[in-house]
């Protein structure tokens, strides 16, 4: 067999926008869920420190301890919404766009930060059971 030479195609103008459009709903989606990542793992370790500080220091004042556990909770739940919203916010203006070519959604992605929280959010609560 020879090899055969693809010649571009060409492409107009408003293809190349749908494209960038496309490109950049992406991008935002990934730096959303960058955002949502790093407020789980400010909450997961808030919530750690809280219970080291707990176990390591007894006579510790409880009110901080108690809103170390608050604020840290708060962390984790912005996370998982932020998370939320920046899929829902995705597919929506993916939708509006229209653009159906056959391109991957990004599920799989959302799924593995969904069960990265619900792993935050269990070793949280099981911290809490180990400790207190």
Known sequence: MKDEVKEPVPL???SLAVMRTVLANERTFLAWCRTALGLLGFGFVLEKAGLYLRHLIP????????DL???????LL???LVLI????RFFSI?????????????????LVLLAVALVLI??????NMLFN
């Open 12 to 14: 107009d103008t408003n």
């Open 59 to 66: 006579d510790i004042d409880p009110h901080l301890s108690k």
């Open 69 to 75: 556990g608050v604020l840290s909770l708060f962390a």
């Open 78 to 80: 912005s996370g998982l």
């Open 85 to 88: 919203g920046a899929a829902w």
């Open 94 to 110: 993916e939708k509006q766009i229209g653009s159906n070519l056959g391109r991957m959604t990004p599920v799989p992605e959302v």
């Open 122 to 127: 269990v070793s949280v609560f099981s911290g």
